[in-house]
């Protein structure tokens, strides 16, 4: 399935990791023009090529990229950061095909994303000395109620709000401005593997990183690694430095960062079942099997 090439709307590709995303977004691109956009929370980072599975030279000869690669491990990219950086390309001469698995950067293009100061460097610091369950005790009850509780990043980004502004984050939320591209404007789509497919595509994805150098890569970035950092939450980092740095073998690093990326995967696909129930459902084993 592919949107009518006569038909300039922006293409939204949502899914989880290794569910074919790239690979739908560069066919519709051959098809009817257009220029693939990074959505991916992490696939933004320099430092990473081979871990966040960033296009190669073969893919971007097929189609123009943006977005990908362009900030320092060092830096902190929200999603209000990708919002300011994909808004020159919604009306540009290209139509924009925006593809990644972070379902909040979806959320705050089609829904709009409140304009919430940015953290204090003390604040941060203070939040990442917490424990999992003191930063759910210091959240606002509205705020509880909207966010998942497990998800140390988003309880941790609730709590800093509400630290350093004295307002929940819910009631930023409830003063969010209109959507740079409301749903209606768009081709939205999400890819609905079943996971048994996408368990052994992981497994299989993973393993081609590590022949394609995936080690050197996190060797390479080891003298300036920070496991505090946004970058550092590439799945497979973390697992890969620990062999580097000779606490597991490479067979025991490779078996958790597969089962992280399952993992991340199952959290990716609730979250695009509850948030994405009106988008269009593509199942990738069956539509990107035949040409």
Request: proline letters at 8%; aromatic letters at 6%; hydrophobic letters at 45%.
């Amino acid at each position: 399935m592919s949107p009518d090439p006569a038909d300039d709307r922006p293409v939204l590709i949502a899914g989880p990791t290794a569910s074919g995303k790239s690979e739908l977004a560069l066919r519709i691109a051959e098809t009817g023009g257009g220029v693939v956009v990074n959505a991916d929370a992490l696939q933004v980072y320099a430092c990473w090529r081979i871990l966040t599975a960033r296009p190669g030279a073969a893919d971007l000869a097929r189609a123009p990229h943006a977005l990908y690669g362009h900030i320092p491990c060092d830096t902190a990219y929200s999603a209000g950061h990708w919002l300011r950086d994909v808004a020159p390309l919604l009306g540009g001469a290209e139509r924009p095909i925006i593809v990644g698995g972070t379902g909040l950067n979806f959320a705050a293009l089609t829904d709009g994303l409140a304009e919430i100061p940015a953290t204090p460097p003390e604040v941060r610091a203070e939040g990442d000395a917490l424990p999992l369950p003191a930063l759910v005790d210091g959240l606002d009850m509205a705020t509880r109620t909207r966010i998942d509780l497990n998800n140390r990043a988003r309880v941790q980004r609730a709590w800093e709000v509400l630290r350093a502004t004295g307002r929940g984050l819910a009631d930023w939320q409830a003063d969010t401005p209109p959507p740079l591209l409301p749903l209606t404007q768009a081709h939205a789509i999400v890819m609905t593997p079943s996971p048994d497919w996408l368990n052994a595509r992981i497994a299989t994805r993973f393993a081609a990183m590590l022949k394609a150098g995936a080690v050197e890569e996190v060797r390479a970035n080891l003298p300036d690694w920070d496991p505090a950092r946004p970058s550092a939450r590439a799945i497979g980092a973390a697992e890969l430095v620990e062999f580097v740095q000779g606490r597991v073998t490479l067979e025991q690093a490779e078996t958790a960062a597969v089962i992280a990326t399952r993992q991340y995967a199952k959290r990716q696909r609730t979250w695009f079942r509850a948030r994405m129930r009106n988008w269009h459902k593509i199942d990738p084993e069956a539509d990107l099997s035949t040409g």
